[in-house]
């Protein structure tokens, strides 16, 4: 039976080790946190599934062979709510996706903006030139999604450690001085990759403020889609339990250590969030802040993944560089890099260790 020591139970590390267990490999998951863990980029509240991704056809994909991924989960994760994104102008990003959604058989409609007030109780349409609705996509339950991945793999037999693990050549050393060794070891430790191996991940962490609003029962999600505003970079969805109803900015915040996280978002993020949700909600303006968590995004210089061998070590390979947008394809990818280690395909050059071009292609927040 082929081994593999996972390092790091986000979304990334603990949808791996669920997929190679499912293929009969002994596997064993180590993390210093509990899976689901809010001080990981994976857990806390929410995060969306939406197929647009500009005109990239990869990423458009993956998105959605992640969908019928979380489907076949199950257990409450996935809610399938759709999502729509407010476009200010025709021929843009979200155009760019509508001709890559359509050209991958993805359900897409464009709406007049008339025609979309029906998906909110409270819309204000004015400065919109179209919506886009994606009705298959929708939103994930983060933390609760991690630990679903980790309790089907449990079922089939996971081990786990509870541990800080470091490199130590083609092993994995535990903080109580234990040596683990596998046919294959997978660090997929999100932004402390960049701390572990910094010449191969030199990955950026930025702060990224979250704010959740109190709202009336009708502002429930999935009656409400989701929501994206590309021009903006706010996005969010309706009223999840027992989060709120979320109104982030996807805008790269400062740089940080994910280890010093503060607790609450600023007072100047909070007030963005509340304008934002006033101006394109008018009957939620004064709605009340519910919480105003800190989380962080690891970022590569083109927001392509990072998955490679390590150039020294045969059975060692690097995982990550979710780029703000990995948690969706969590399950797809895994599927990709078990093919890999399998020897069944070759790793996606885009994922690859080689410099990057800087490109915002894949990042939704506009401005
Ligand atoms: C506010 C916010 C909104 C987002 N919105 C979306 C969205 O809408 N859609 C989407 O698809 N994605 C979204 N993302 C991005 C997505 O959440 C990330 O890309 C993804 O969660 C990254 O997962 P990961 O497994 O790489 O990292 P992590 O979840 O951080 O997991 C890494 C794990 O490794 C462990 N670890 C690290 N070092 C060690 C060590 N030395 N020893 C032991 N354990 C270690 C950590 O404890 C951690 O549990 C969002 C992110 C944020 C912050």
Same mark, same amino acid.
């Given at each position: 039976?082929?081994? *593999? @020591? %996972?390092?790091? &139970?986000?979304?990334? +590390? ?5 997929? /190679?267990?499912?293929?009969?490999? !002994? ?120 630990? *679903? @991945? %980790?309790?089907? &793999?449990?079922?089939? +037999? ?5 541990? /800080?693990?470091?490199?130590?050549? !083609? ?120 919480? *105003?968590? %800190? ?18 070590? !045969? ?35 885009r994922f690859g260790l080689a410099a990057r071009e800087p490109s915002r292609a894949l990042r939704t927040a506009g401005s």
């Open positions: 039976m082929p081994s *593999a @020591l %996972v390092v790091g &139970a986000g979304i990334f +590390g603990s949808a791996l080790a669920d997929r /190679l267990v499912r293929d009969h490999w !002994e596997v064993t998951l180590v993390d210093r946190y509990e899976p689901g863990d809010p001080r990981s980029e994976s857990g806390g509240e929410t995060r969306m599934l939406r197929y647009s991704h500009g005109a990239d056809s990869l990423y458009t994909e993956l998105a959605y062979r992640g969908r019928s991924l979380w489907r076949e989960l199950d257990r409450g994760v996935l809610i399938e709510a759709g999502v729509v994104w407010f476009v200010h102008r025709d021929g843009g990003w979200e155009a760019d996706s509508e001709d890559a959604m359509r050209a991958a058989g993805i359900p897409v409609e464009r709406l007049e903006p008339a025609e979309a007030e029906r998906l909110f109780p409270s819309l204000r349409v004015d400065d919109l030139d179209y919506v886009l609705f994606e009705p298959e996509a929708g939103v994930l339950r983060a933390g609760d999604g991690v630990r *679903a @991945l %980790v309790a089907r &793999a449990r079922e089939g +037999g996971l081990r786990e450690e509870r541990a /800080l693990a470091t490199p130590a050549g !083609e092993a994995v050393s535990l903080a109580d001085g234990r040596v683990l060794e596998a046919d294959h070891v997978m660090w997929a430790c999100g932004a402390w990759l960049a701390r572990l191996f910094p010449v191969l991940a030199p990955l950026r962490v930025t702060r990224q403020d979250v704010c959740l609003f109190d709202t009336p029962p009708e502002w429930a999600t999935p009656s409400v889609p989701g929501w994206l505003d590309f021009d903006s970079s706010f996005y969010g969805h309706g009223l999840v339990e027992p989060h709120g109803m979320k109104v982030s900015n996807d805008a790269e915040g400062p740089e940080i250590d994910p280890d010093e996280r503060p607790e609450r978002a600023t007072d100047e993020r909070i007030r963005r969030s509340r304008d934002y949700l006033g101006h394109r909600f008018p009957a939620l303006a004064g709605a009340s802040v519910r919480s *105003a968590p %800190v989380c962080h995004y690891a970022l590569t210089p083109d927001a392509n993944f990072l998955f490679a061998r390590h150039p020294e070590h !045969e059975r060692v390979w690097l995982l990550g560089g979710g780029s703000g947008h990995g948690y969706k394809h969590g399950p797809a990818l895994a599927e990709q890099v078990a093919a890999v280690l399998r020897g069944e395909a070759e790793p996606e050059p």
